[in-house]
Structure formats: C-alpha cells, structure tokens
C-alpha cells in the first residue's frame, strides 16, 4: 500500500437521492472521512436527499446545475454533453487527486471531461449487470469506450466485474472487485418501534414481509405481489410493506394489489431515511430483482438480523448461502418465491437461526470497516 497523506477525492454521481449507489457513497465519505481523506461529491443537477448528511460527513457539495429537458434518450444524452464543459471547469477548480465515477451516465460525463490528458487518475464503479448496456445502442459501445479510459474498474461482485469483461471488453487486469459494506452499529437486531408500526398502520402481532426498493420493473415487485396471493390462498397471514420511491413499475403494481384483493395487507412507506427502523419492523426481507449487481438492502437485512428470502441472480448468491444465511429462489418465478416465504412465515426457530448466521457473515465479509480498509488501499494506489 502506498504511504503519505491521504489523497483529495472528488466523487463523481448522478443525484444524491436514496438508493443503493448513493447511500454507498455516504458510507464511505463518512468512513474514510475518519482516516483523513477529504471529499467532494459533485451530481449533474439537482443534490437529492443524502446531500446534507454528506455535509455533515464533511464532504463538499458541487452541482453542474444542469436540469433534465425530458426524459429521452436523445434528451438524455444532451443533458451529458451539456455537463461535460463544467465538469471539466470543476476539475481545473478542484484538481483532485483521483476521481471515482459512480453509475453510467455520470461516468461518460467524467471520462468526457479528462479527454485528452486523462487526468487525474479515475476509478469507475461499475454496480450492476450490464445487461440493459448491452441492449442499449447508444450505451453500449459508450461503455466500452469508457473502460478503455479508466485506470481502474472497481466492481462490487464478481458477477459485475464477469459481465464487464465479457460483454463490455473491459481489460482483466484493470478490473477489482470489492464488495459493499454496511455499517453494523446502524444497522442490528432489536425489537420494533412501536411507533413507526402505528404511523405505518401495521397490525400488531402480523408477520411483516418488508421489501425495499425503488418501483422500477426489473426490481420485481409484480412477483412479490403474486408470490403473496398465493400465500393468502394458503391461509397464511401477513402484511406486506414496500420502501422506496415511484418508478415505471408504480401503476402496474398498485393494479395487481387490487385485482388480487390484498390493498388490506400492503402498505406503502414511500422513500424514507429511516430504514435502519423500517427493517426492524420486518420479520422477512425480501428481494425478488430480475438482475442484481450486489445488493445494498440485502446487505443492510442481513446485518439487521432479518430472514432474507432472495432470487438468485447476478451478486446476490455472493451474499447469501442458500439455506444458511437466507433462501435462494429463481427470479420471475411467483411460485417458487411463495414457496419459501411460506417456509419462513411457519417455521420461526428457521427465521431467527438465517437471522443470526446473516448478521454474522457481515461481520466476516461485509462490514464497513472491511470495505473502508480496501478502498483506502486502493484510492492511495490509484494515485500517482
């Protein structure tokens, strides 16, 4: 590991509302933080809802005061050239030490904004599969155009860093993988609050299913919605509670709820800050993405204590050992993912023994301070 003091950071995101990407930087700013790094986080437009704890992290704040003209592709990409002059002009301000791109748009924004000189050094994030880049015509080879210009492509699963040598050509050899990391004091066992029970209207002494994530379609929360008709046909009972923002999914799922008779049984919480108390309310968590880079809720679930009932698919089986720190069921498969909820909702020495082996894996493979140790390493490497 190199030595001297820390470097200066500028971390490159889109927006700074909740997700997984997002809470992720605001762990490791308030992580490496602590050991002397100093940050700044710069988004194309508008914050979002972590920036002031970012503030409080010590992070500086930058925006490029860009504003969304439609949602397009077209209107997308002119968006992107329209910041690459400003991100450029907060490089000549700043002159960081290295930068750290997060998520695809922000990361053609950065890579744009080196051009020529290629400097300084730059770490690209890459945090999800890349089948929707694949698909894209425009993306795709602006993918692979970006690999060839970072230093370093840091993957947070080894599904992740697969995917990007095989269908976006990244260079093996400028391809790490570092997993997540979760703050375990934040996020541990403990009973409900009663409060945010009552202010989120959940009956007392009903299993909660929780699921937390944004409404989009991959995320799968049409199959949650059908897994749990059919253990409502079973006689099983439950409340089902959704945590996260409006997406293209929203309409389409607040349908079925109806269409299958369950609007008693789910309640909706919206995006909030307070998931540490959101994931204690639950007794099951559950993940039922189509594709899935390397889940922060499961992270959090697990270091929560919660039995986590998860699909199968790209970093998720990195986290859980099927049948030892969670249950693995194939995606778009309602039946399969019914079947092993019924599995934890009946057998309660089941949920608590997949609770405490999830929590203790965190402690051995995901835990902040394991994933502050090997991105300190890797930020005074990077920089030369």
Request: proline fraction near 6%.
């Amino acid at each position: 590991m190199s030595t001297g003091p820390a470097p200066r950071v500028l971390i490159a995101v889109g927006t700074l509302e909740v997700g997984g990407a997002e809470r992720q930087v605001l762990e490791i700013c308030r992580a490496l933080g602590e050991r002397g790094f100093r940050f700044d986080v710069v988004t194309i437009g508008e914050e979002g809802a972590l920036a002031p704890d970012l503030r409080n992290a010590g992070a500086g704040m930058h925006s490029l005061r860009i504003s969304p003209r439609g949602s397009s592709r077209m209107a997308r990409l002119l968006r992107l050239v329209r910041s690459v002059p400003r991100m450029r002009a907060l490089l000549r301000q700043l002159r960081p030490d290295l930068v750290h791109a997060y998520l695809t748009e922000m990361s053609i924004v950065t890579v744009a904004a080196r051009w020529p000189r290629r400097r300084p050094p730059l770490i690209l994030s890459k945090r999800s599969l890349a089948e929707w880049v694949a698909r894209d015509p425009i993306y795709f080879p602006l993918a692979r155009w970006m690999n060839r210009r970072a230093d370093v492509i840091l993957a947070n699963s080894n599904a992740v860093a697969d995917e990007a040598i095989r269908k976006e050509n990244a260079d093996p050899k400028r391809v790490r993988v570092i997993y997540n990391g979760v703050d375990m004091e934040r996020y541990h066992p403990g009973p409900p609050e009663e409060a945010l029970a009552r202010e989120l209207g959940i009956p007392a002494g009903v299993p909660v299913i929780g699921m937390i994530a944004n409404f989009f379609v991959y995320k799968g929360h049409a199959e949650v919605v059908r897994a749990a008709a059919i253990l409502r046909g079973q006689g099983l009972e439950f409340t089902l509670l959704f945590v996260g923002r409006d997406g293209d999914a929203s309409e389409e799922v607040r349908r079925r709820i109806r269409e299958a008779g369950l609007t008693e049984r789910v309640r909706f919480a919206g995006s909030r800050p307070d998931v540490p108390g959101l994931l204690r309310l639950c007794d099951v968590f559950v993940s039922a993405s189509y594709e899935e880079g390397f889940s922060n809720s499961i992270l959090e679930a697990m270091s929560s204590g919660r039995a986590i009932v998860a699909t199968r698919v790209g970093g998720t089986p990195e986290q859980i050992e099927d049948g030892v720190t969670g249950l693995l069921a194939q995606p778009r498969d309602p039946e399969a993912l019914a079947l092993a909820l019924a599995r934890v909702l009946r057998e309660p020495d089941l949920r608590s023994r997949l609770g405490a082996a999830a929590r203790e894996a965190v402690g051995h493979r995901f835990s902040l301070d394991r994933l502050a140790e090997r991105i300190s390493n890797l930020y005074r490497e990077v920089r030369r």
